[in-house]
Antibody
Framework: QVQLVESGGGVVQPGRSLRLSCAASGFTFSMYGMQWVRQAPGKGLEWVAVISYDGGVQYYADSVKGRFTISRDSSKSTLSLQMNSLRGDDTAVYYC??????????????WGQGTLVTVSS | DIQMTQSPSSESASVGDRVTITCRAS??????LAWFRQKPGKAPELLIF???YSQSGVPSRFSGSGYGTDFALTINSLQPEDSATYYCQQAKTFPWTFGQGTKVEVK
Protein backbone atom coordinates (compact mmCIF):
# COMPACT_ATOMS: atom_id res chain seq x y z
CA GLN A 1 0.00 0.00 0.00
CA VAL A 2 1.07 3.57 -0.63
CA GLN A 3 2.83 5.21 2.30
CA LEU A 4 4.21 8.71 2.61
CA VAL A 5 6.07 9.56 5.80
CA GLU A 6 7.24 13.12 6.41
CA SER A 7 10.02 14.05 8.80
CA GLY A 8 12.22 16.99 9.68
CA GLY A 9 9.72 19.35 11.25
CA GLY A 10 10.37 21.22 14.46
CA VAL A 11 10.84 24.62 16.03
CA VAL A 12 13.15 27.00 14.20
CA GLN A 13 14.00 30.67 14.64
CA PRO A 14 12.99 33.24 12.02
CA GLY A 15 15.57 33.55 9.28
CA ARG A 16 16.93 30.05 9.79
CA SER A 17 16.63 26.99 7.57
CA LEU A 18 14.99 23.60 7.79
CA ARG A 19 14.84 20.59 5.50
CA LEU A 20 11.80 18.36 5.29
CA SER A 21 11.84 14.84 3.90
CA CYS A 22 9.12 12.51 2.69
CA ALA A 23 9.85 8.80 2.43
CA ALA A 24 7.65 7.10 -0.17
CA SER A 25 6.81 3.43 -0.56
CA GLY A 26 4.21 1.20 -2.14
CA PHE A 27 4.35 2.69 -5.64
CA THR A 28 6.88 3.38 -8.40
CA PHE A 29 8.17 6.70 -7.11
CA SER A 30 9.97 7.63 -10.33
CA MET A 31 6.71 7.64 -12.29
CA TYR A 32 4.81 10.22 -10.25
CA GLY A 33 5.05 13.90 -9.64
CA MET A 34 5.11 14.90 -5.99
CA GLN A 35 3.90 17.94 -4.16
CA TRP A 36 4.02 19.78 -0.85
CA VAL A 37 0.93 21.33 0.67
CA ARG A 38 0.81 23.16 3.99
CA GLN A 39 -1.81 24.13 6.53
CA ALA A 40 -1.29 26.87 9.08
CA PRO A 41 -2.88 26.22 12.50
CA GLY A 42 -6.65 26.52 12.23
CA LYS A 43 -6.45 27.57 8.58
CA GLY A 44 -7.11 26.05 5.17
CA LEU A 45 -4.88 24.22 2.74
CA GLU A 46 -2.17 26.04 0.77
CA TRP A 47 -0.34 24.46 -2.13
CA VAL A 48 3.42 25.01 -1.80
CA ALA A 49 5.40 23.30 -4.57
CA VAL A 50 5.44 20.53 -7.16
CA ILE A 51 8.19 18.54 -8.82
CA SER A 52 7.66 16.48 -11.94
CA TYR A 53 8.14 12.74 -12.04
CA ASP A 54 11.65 13.12 -13.50
CA GLY A 55 12.64 16.13 -11.41
CA GLY A 56 12.95 18.31 -14.47
CA VAL A 57 10.15 20.77 -13.68
CA GLN A 58 9.33 22.55 -10.45
CA TYR A 59 6.72 25.16 -9.62
CA TYR A 60 6.34 27.15 -6.41
CA ALA A 61 3.73 29.26 -4.71
CA ASP A 62 4.61 32.95 -4.79
CA SER A 63 4.75 32.95 -0.99
CA VAL A 64 7.77 30.60 -0.98
CA LYS A 65 9.42 31.27 -4.32
CA GLY A 66 13.12 32.03 -3.93
CA ARG A 67 13.18 30.67 -0.37
CA PHE A 68 12.06 27.04 -0.72
CA THR A 69 13.46 24.34 -3.02
CA ILE A 70 11.73 21.08 -3.82
CA SER A 71 13.83 18.11 -4.90
CA ARG A 72 13.64 14.36 -5.22
CA ASP A 73 15.94 11.36 -5.09
CA SER A 74 14.30 8.54 -6.99
CA SER A 75 17.06 6.11 -6.01
CA LYS A 76 15.88 6.55 -2.40
CA SER A 77 12.19 7.24 -3.13
CA THR A 78 12.51 10.43 -1.16
CA LEU A 79 11.05 13.88 -1.65
CA SER A 80 12.61 16.90 0.05
CA LEU A 81 11.76 20.51 0.76
CA GLN A 82 14.63 22.84 1.65
CA MET A 83 13.22 25.86 3.45
CA ASN A 84 15.43 28.92 3.88
CA SER A 85 14.81 32.37 5.35
CA LEU A 86 11.90 31.04 7.35
CA ARG A 87 9.23 33.45 8.56
CA GLY A 88 6.47 33.27 11.13
CA ASP A 89 3.85 32.79 8.43
CA ASP A 90 5.61 29.61 7.33
CA THR A 91 4.40 27.98 10.55
CA ALA A 92 2.22 25.09 9.41
CA VAL A 93 1.78 21.37 9.07
CA TYR A 94 3.53 20.37 5.87
CA TYR A 95 2.11 17.46 3.90
CA CYS A 96 3.74 15.64 1.03
CA UNK A 97 1.32 14.27 -1.52
CA UNK A 98 1.52 11.97 -4.51
CA UNK A 99 -0.04 12.90 -7.82
CA UNK A 100 -2.81 10.61 -8.93
CA UNK A 101 -1.76 9.97 -12.54
CA UNK A 102 1.70 8.80 -13.68
CA UNK A 103 3.79 11.43 -15.46
CA UNK A 104 0.89 13.87 -15.48
CA UNK A 105 0.23 16.89 -13.30
CA UNK A 106 -3.08 16.04 -11.70
CA UNK A 107 -4.54 16.19 -8.24
CA UNK A 108 -3.25 14.29 -5.20
CA UNK A 109 -4.52 10.85 -4.26
CA UNK A 110 -2.32 10.03 -1.26
CA TRP A 111 -1.06 12.29 1.49
CA GLY A 112 1.38 11.80 4.31
CA GLN A 113 0.41 12.41 7.93
CA GLY A 114 2.18 15.77 7.96
CA THR A 115 5.06 17.30 9.90
CA LEU A 116 4.72 20.48 11.96
CA VAL A 117 7.06 23.39 11.38
CA THR A 118 6.97 26.17 13.94
CA VAL A 119 8.90 29.35 13.23
CA SER A 120 9.38 31.25 16.44
CA SER A 121 12.07 33.05 18.37
CA ASP B 1 -3.83 32.97 -9.92
CA ILE B 2 -7.16 31.20 -10.09
CA GLN B 3 -9.32 31.98 -7.07
CA MET B 4 -11.60 29.29 -5.70
CA THR B 5 -14.62 30.36 -3.66
CA GLN B 6 -16.65 27.84 -1.68
CA SER B 7 -20.04 28.26 -0.13
CA PRO B 8 -21.31 27.95 2.45
CA SER B 9 -18.46 28.36 4.93
CA SER B 10 -20.24 26.05 7.33
CA GLU B 11 -23.24 23.80 7.31
CA SER B 12 -25.10 21.93 10.02
CA ALA B 13 -27.32 19.04 8.96
CA SER B 14 -28.86 15.88 10.36
CA VAL B 15 -28.05 12.26 9.67
CA GLY B 16 -29.74 11.26 6.42
CA ASP B 17 -29.90 14.79 5.01
CA ARG B 18 -28.56 15.81 1.63
CA VAL B 19 -25.82 18.45 1.70
CA THR B 20 -24.52 20.40 -1.28
CA ILE B 21 -21.34 22.46 -1.26
CA THR B 22 -20.55 24.74 -4.17
CA CYS B 23 -17.22 25.93 -5.52
CA ARG B 24 -16.71 28.71 -8.03
CA ALA B 25 -13.51 29.30 -9.98
CA SER B 26 -12.45 32.78 -11.04
CA UNK B 27 -11.82 31.47 -14.57
CA UNK B 28 -12.65 28.45 -16.70
CA UNK B 29 -10.95 25.32 -15.38
CA UNK B 30 -12.84 22.83 -17.55
CA UNK B 31 -13.27 19.76 -15.31
CA UNK B 32 -9.92 20.10 -13.55
CA LEU B 33 -11.44 20.13 -10.08
CA ALA B 34 -11.03 17.87 -7.07
CA TRP B 35 -12.81 17.60 -3.74
CA PHE B 36 -11.18 16.59 -0.47
CA ARG B 37 -12.51 15.73 2.98
CA GLN B 38 -10.39 16.51 6.02
CA LYS B 39 -11.30 15.18 9.43
CA PRO B 40 -9.87 16.94 12.50
CA GLY B 41 -6.19 16.19 13.02
CA LYS B 42 -5.97 14.10 9.88
CA ALA B 43 -4.59 14.53 6.38
CA PRO B 44 -7.05 15.38 3.61
CA GLU B 45 -8.43 12.51 1.58
CA LEU B 46 -9.41 12.63 -2.07
CA LEU B 47 -13.12 12.17 -2.74
CA ILE B 48 -13.71 13.37 -6.31
CA PHE B 49 -11.34 14.14 -9.19
CA UNK B 50 -11.89 15.66 -12.61
CA UNK B 51 -15.09 17.20 -11.28
CA UNK B 52 -17.25 14.07 -11.14
CA TYR B 53 -15.14 10.91 -10.90
CA SER B 54 -15.17 9.19 -7.54
CA GLN B 55 -11.88 8.08 -6.05
CA SER B 56 -11.66 4.35 -5.40
CA GLY B 57 -13.11 3.39 -2.03
CA VAL B 58 -15.16 6.55 -1.60
CA PRO B 59 -18.76 5.88 -0.53
CA SER B 60 -21.33 6.28 -3.29
CA ARG B 61 -23.18 8.97 -1.33
CA PHE B 62 -20.52 11.43 -2.49
CA SER B 63 -20.93 12.86 -5.99
CA GLY B 64 -19.48 15.77 -7.93
CA SER B 65 -20.78 17.87 -10.77
CA GLY B 66 -19.99 20.96 -12.79
CA TYR B 67 -17.89 22.33 -15.60
CA GLY B 68 -16.08 25.54 -16.36
CA THR B 69 -16.41 27.77 -13.32
CA ASP B 70 -19.22 26.30 -11.22
CA PHE B 71 -18.99 23.02 -9.36
CA ALA B 72 -20.76 21.16 -6.60
CA LEU B 73 -20.15 18.36 -4.15
CA THR B 74 -23.26 16.55 -2.97
CA ILE B 75 -23.41 14.26 0.02
CA ASN B 76 -26.53 12.12 -0.08
CA SER B 77 -27.74 10.59 3.18
CA LEU B 78 -25.26 12.34 5.48
CA GLN B 79 -23.50 10.06 7.97
CA PRO B 80 -21.90 10.91 11.34
CA GLU B 81 -18.42 10.23 9.94
CA ASP B 82 -18.97 12.99 7.37
CA SER B 83 -18.34 15.63 10.03
CA ALA B 84 -15.31 17.28 8.47
CA THR B 85 -14.06 20.21 6.46
CA TYR B 86 -14.39 19.92 2.70
CA TYR B 87 -12.11 21.63 0.20
CA CYS B 88 -12.24 22.07 -3.55
CA GLN B 89 -8.99 22.39 -5.49
CA GLN B 90 -8.29 23.40 -9.08
CA ALA B 91 -5.67 21.45 -11.04
CA LYS B 92 -5.86 23.46 -14.24
CA THR B 93 -3.06 25.96 -13.79
CA PHE B 94 -0.16 26.39 -11.37
CA PRO B 95 -0.23 27.60 -8.69
CA TRP B 96 -2.88 25.10 -7.77
CA THR B 97 -5.35 26.68 -5.42
CA PHE B 98 -7.85 25.50 -2.85
CA GLY B 99 -11.16 26.88 -1.75
CA GLN B 100 -11.31 28.22 1.78
CA GLY B 101 -13.13 25.16 3.06
CA THR B 102 -16.65 24.24 4.19
CA LYS B 103 -17.10 22.85 7.66
CA VAL B 104 -19.90 20.29 7.86
CA GLU B 105 -21.36 19.42 11.22
CA VAL B 106 -23.60 16.41 11.58
CA LYS B 107 -26.22 17.05 14.25
Amino acid sequence: QVQLVESGGGVVQPGRSLRLSCAASGFTFSMYGMQWVRQAPGKGLEWVAVISYDGGVQYYADSVKGRFTISRDSSKSTLSLQMNSLRGDDTAVYYCAKEKTPKTATTFDYWGQGTLVTVSS
Amino acid sequence: DIQMTQSPSSESASVGDRVTITCRASQDISTRLAWFRQKPGKAPELLIFDAFYSQSGVPSRFSGSGYGTDFALTINSLQPEDSATYYCQQAKTFPWTFGQGTKVEVK
